[in-house]
């Protein structure tokens, strides 16, 4: 198992925003993580990742078999975790080239990105002026998707969320990020070579289209409503909306 | 202007007389030092290496590689000085008096010798010792010299009082770059520093003036600016403080006196230790169509305190200025203190102020957290960066020049 989340609950300045929450993910899998607007999917993502506002109050969270459920960001990005995000801050006189250098691991005072991470930059559209900007400083939303792909290819995890990664963005660019989600999600090998995994957030399941997932979940109210193929999920909201969820949650199969 | 008997009539009477704002030092404490006390290098390489590698820290190289000089003050004695470039003289105060006997009327021209006890004791040496110390630098008409002279003040011995009295002149259509260094060796425990600095620039002239200082714990700074801008002319001063000093207290003063002149100041300040940093800059916008821009980043640390403060002062139509200070105070033990003034006194001209004191954005730490840096790394890349500005108007010489000063600034910190 790479990821095995086990009766987790979730408080934000005291208030409860998740529970009961159990869900695993294996080695090589991509989850889709569905649900109404505030339903806690941004909040899961965050208290995967350690985020401190987010206060584990229950239940624990496993990573390649170790505990991490009381472990810093900082230490549970450096065992593999990584996220896109959907609104992520602009950081002034931070540029995007500086944080690629620390991201692949680089020396940050050599002057130039490794090649591999220049050929990735430019595959992403990212000319040299571009990567001397303050990372997110008015950037377009397709530009800040692009950004955080990037970034992630850089610092390469073996899980990663995507949040939204699809939003405000371009058909013509959402068919280039699936490409470079595919690359992070080892989705060019065979599936039984697959070793990364990932979980994602999307709104209207556009990028599906794109990156081939195994499960789907329903979260709503803080808690995962249903879980199961992603297509006939995804089918029953298109058609009912998420109030055919709450009916559902009655037959949660724990996966 | 003023004649040596006012000066020292003026300077005389105000040699007990407290700067109007910063603590006060007892001068009494501080040993005078013979301006003959270090002998003279006849190469700045001659330095010794520790003194070298001080040096490079505030932007002084004593390779010379890409400089078109260099003067080294050593507490009183000036040790070096030497042009290579043939559009700009640089000399010896006292030198520069023999020289050129026009020279006098730039003396305490735009820095009055009774400001303070400051102003006066650098002129009461000058004139009751002989101890014209300091530097002359002068652009010739049209020239344009790329490379910029670097200038250097180091206290090398305890409690010394330091004084210097720099006159830089750029003439009609030249343009100057200067880069001076302040420092000192680092088992000083007590020193003061006072500086002087008058600048003249005449019409259709540009100097940049761009200041490292990198002082002991223990040393007092009080420098004395004043700058008069003719018709078209530009002075842009940049300023980086990033390691401790005892307490600063200067408030350059810049008179944009002609038409369409320019005056820019940016600075960055950060605040370690007990430091007291008091800087601020001011314009006078009197010249028709005449600008001003005061920029200024500061973070405090430790029990650090910072006053960061700013003056337009309009008194003629159609000007605009605009005063920019933004903040961090990293520690509760410190304070940032922003003092921004406006002061119009004629219609329709243009003047703003935006100051800004806060904390770092706890949303950039934790982005920064997770793409995989602690959280004082993702602290301290935040404070560089916010205090990494770019600055402005340069040539791309200089500017590489510029930012790498402030790199090395921002690393040491």
């Known amino acids: ?255 | 202007m003023l004649s040596v008997r006012d000066v020292l009539q003026k300077a005389e009477k105000a040699k007990k007389r407290k700067a109007a704002i910063g603590s006060d030092i007892d001068i009494d404490e501080f040993i005078k030092e013979d301006k003959k006390e270090h002998e003279t290098v006849d190469s700045i390489q001659d330095v010794p290496k520790k003194v070298k590698d001080t040096l490079l820290k505030v932007g002084v190289d004593t390779s010379e590689e890409e400089r078109a000089g260099s003067f080294l003050q050593m507490d009183q004695s000036n040790i070096y000085s030497s042009s290579i470039s043939d559009s700009i003289e640089l000399m010896n105060l006292e030198i520069a008096l023999d020289k050129y006997n026009w020279l006098d009327q730039y003396m305490w021209n735009v820095v009055s010798p009774d400001g303070d006890k400051y102003t006066a004791q650098t002129a009461l040496r000058e004139q009751e010792e002989g101890t014209k110390s300091g530097y002359f630098i002068r652009s010739k008409p049209g020239t344009k010299e790329v490379f910029p002279m670097q200038a250097c003040m180091f206290i090398g011995d305890e409690t010394v009082m330091q004084t210097a009295h720099n006159i830089i002149i750029a003439e009609e259509n030249s343009e100057l770059h200067v880069i001076t260094g302040c420092a000192t060796g680092d088992d000083i425990a007590s020193a003061l520093h006072v500086g002087v600095s008058e600048f003249y620039l005449k019409p259709g002239s540009k100097i940049t003036f761009t200041m490292v200082h990198n002082w002991a714990e223990q040393v007092e700074v009080r420098p004395r600016t004043g700058i008069t801008i003719d018709d078209n002319g530009t002075f842009i001063n940049n300023y980086i403080l990033t390691s401790p000093v005892k307490t600063i207290q200067s408030y350059p003063t810049a008179y944009c006196s002609g038409k369409n002149s320019k005056a820019i100041f940016q600075s960055i300040q950060s605040g370690q230790k007990d430091s007291i940093i008091d800087v601020g800059s001011r314009v006078y916008l009197n010249g028709e169509n005449s600008a001003a821009e005061v920029i200024s980043r500061a973070v405090s640390h430790d029990e650090s305190k910072i006053y960061s403060r700013g003056h337009l002062a309009g008194t003629v139509p159609e000007v605009k200025g605009h005063l920019e200070c933004h903040g961090l105070v990293l520690s509760d033990d410190s304070l940032i203190y922003a003092v921004p003034e406006l002061e119009a006194s004629a219609a329709n001209l243009e003047m703003s102020h935006e100051a800004a004191v806060g904390k770092i954005d706890e949303d950039e730490i934790y982005y920064l957290t997770s793409r995989g840096l602690t959280e004082e790394e993702a602290s301290s890349m935040i404070v560089r960066g916010f205090l990494s500005m770019d600055i402005t108007e340069l040539p791309p010489e200089l500017a590489n020049e510029t930012k790498k000063m402030t790199d090395m600034s921002l690393e040491g910190m």
């Open chain 1, 1 to 255: 198992m790479l990821l095995e989340i086990t009766d987790l609950a979730v408080e934000v300045n005291g208030r409860r925003v998740l529970k009961d929450i159990d869900l695993t993910i294996k080695e090589g899998e991509t989850h889709v993580l569905l649900g109404p607007n505030g339903s806690g999917k941004s909040t899961l993502f965050m208290s995967i990742l350690g985020f401190p506002k987010y206060k584990i109050v229950n239940g624990s969270i496993l990573f390649k078999g170790e505990d991490i459920t009381r472990l810093t960001t900082t230490e549970r990005v450096k065992r593999g975790i990584g996220v896109s995000f959907q609104n992520p801050p602009a950081i002034k006189g931070v540029n995007l080239k500086d944080l690629l250098k620390v991201e692949s691991g680089q020396d940050p005072k050599e002057e130039n990105l490794t090649s591999e991470m220049e050929e990735l930059s430019k595959k992403l559209k990212f000319n040299e002026d571009f990567l001397e900007r303050d990372v997110n400083l008015g950037f377009s939303g397709g530009e800040v998707k692009r950004s955080e792909i990037l970034q992630l290819l850089a610092q390469k995890p073996d899980f990663t969320m995507f949040d939204e990664p699809d939003s405000g963005v371009d058909i013509e660019n959402v068919e280039l990020l699936a490409e470079e989600i595919n690359v992070l999600l080892d989705k060019n090998k065979k599936p039984g070579q697959r070793q990364r995994s990932g979980l994602l957030i999307t709104h209207l399941g556009y990028i599906l289209n794109f990156v081939g997932a195994d499960m789907a979940h329903v979260l709503m109210d803080g808690k995962i409503a249903c879980s199961g193929n992603p297509d006939e999920i995804l089918e029953d909201i298109r058609k009912e909306g998420f109030k055919g969820c709450v009916e559902c949650a009655r037959c949660v199969t724990k996966s």
